[in-house]
């Protein structure tokens, strides 16, 4: 994935060196559970850029359908995913010249995203272009499925989301309309998907933090992570 003028992927995780320095939290965990509201709020509270990898795997889908490609064709998706041109801006999405933003979110990107998710191949290009958007941009708030597991071991803090399948459902419904019974149901089969396949699926790290947003307010887990990343930090500089 050309992203920006970037391109110098770092294929392996950064290690210690390099997460030691920069300000990395990495936000997990599954559809619905306030991960992107609670990233980018978190992201203005410590002052640093945030990262919606989910964009990204919604961005090679949309292009891979765009020309036409057989979805599990893993080498042709994956060409699709290293040579498409992406600009990212913390609400804006842009490939090959096209503002993706509203599409990427529509039922077809939707449907089909967890199988492109899937192919090794294209998580292994996605996993590079996330690892040299951070070092580039000097740390991030970075939201996904395996960012603290795979993408991000050493990250600052890592933060594992969830909530019941019910309030995610109803929340999606919130925000973007639908039947909640048939959204629901759409979210346990994404979240069976993403947790059942072979390369990278969702699950907690043991190392992290898990919060239950279930009853919780956005408000409320913003403070709780600003305040757990900043004693992490005070610890480390001691
Ligand atoms: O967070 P989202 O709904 O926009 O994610 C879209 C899909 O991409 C979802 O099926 C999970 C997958 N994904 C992933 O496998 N790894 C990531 N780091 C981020 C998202």
């Given at each position: 994935?050309?992203?920006?003028?970037?391109?110098?992927?770092?294929?392996?995780?950064?290690?210690?060196?390099?997460?030691?320095?920069?300000?990395?939290?990495?936000?997990?965990?599954?559809?619905?559970?306030?991960?992107?509201?609670?990233?980018?709020?978190?992201?203005?509270?410590?002052?640093?850029p945030y990262?919606?990898?989910?964009?990204?795997y919604?961005?090679?889908?949309?292009?891979?359908?765009?020309?036409?490609?057989?979805?599990?064709?893993?080498?042709?998706?994956?060409?699709?995913?290293?040579?498409?041109?992406?600009?990212?801006?913390?609400?804006?999405?842009?490939?090959?010249?096209?503002?993706?933003?509203?599409?990427?979110?529509?039922?077809?990107?939707?449907?089909?995203?967890?199988?492109?998710?899937?192919?090794?191949?294209?998580?292994?290009?996605?996993?590079?272009?996330?690892?040299?958007?951070v070092?580039?941009?000097?740390?991030?708030?970075?939201?996904?499925?395996?960012?603290?597991?795979?993408?991000?071991?050493?990250?600052?803090?890592?933060?594992?989301?969830?909530?019941?399948?019910?309030?995610?459902?109803?929340?999606?419904?919130?925000?973007?309309?639908?039947?909640v019974?048939?959204?629901?149901?759409?979210?346990?089969?994404?979240?069976?998907?993403?947790?059942?396949?072979?390369?990278?699926?969702?699950?907690?790290?043991?190392?992290?933090?898990?919060?239950?947003?279930?009853?919780l307010?956005?408000?409320?887990?913003?403070?709780?992570?600003?305040?757990?990343?900043?004693?992490?930090?005070?610890?480390?500089?001691?």
């Amino acid at each position: 994935m050309l992203l920006g003028t970037t391109k110098d992927a770092l294929k392996e995780p950064p290690g210690k060196e390099m997460t030691k320095r920069l300000r990395i939290v990495a936000i997990d965990g599954p559809a619905g559970a306030g991960k992107s509201t609670i990233a980018k709020a978190l992201a203005v509270s410590l002052n640093i850029p945030y990262l919606d990898t989910g964009a990204m795997y919604r961005m090679v889908t949309y292009a891979a359908l765009r020309d036409g490609i057989d979805l599990n064709n893993e080498s042709v998706v994956a060409d699709v995913a290293k040579s498409m041109n992406v600009v990212m801006s913390s609400d804006r999405f842009i490939v090959d010249d096209v503002d993706v933003t509203d599409i990427i979110r529509g039922p077809q990107v939707t449907e089909a995203v967890s199988t492109v998710a899937a192919l090794s191949a294209v998580r292994s290009e996605l996993r590079a272009s996330q690892r040299s958007w951070v070092e580039n941009a000097g740390g991030g708030v970075v939201e996904g499925r395996d960012i603290g597991t795979v993408v991000f071991p050493d990250a600052t803090l890592k933060v594992f989301l969830t909530a019941s399948p019910a309030v995610r459902a109803q929340r999606r419904v919130a925000q973007s309309g639908g039947d909640v019974v048939v959204i629901e149901e759409q979210i346990r089969q994404r979240d069976h998907l993403d947790s059942t396949r072979a390369d990278s699926p969702l699950r907690e790290s043991n190392d992290s933090l898990f919060i239950d947003t279930t009853e919780l307010s956005i408000d409320a887990v913003v403070k709780q992570i600003t305040s757990s990343v900043e004693s992490i930090e005070s610890n480390n500089n001691e």
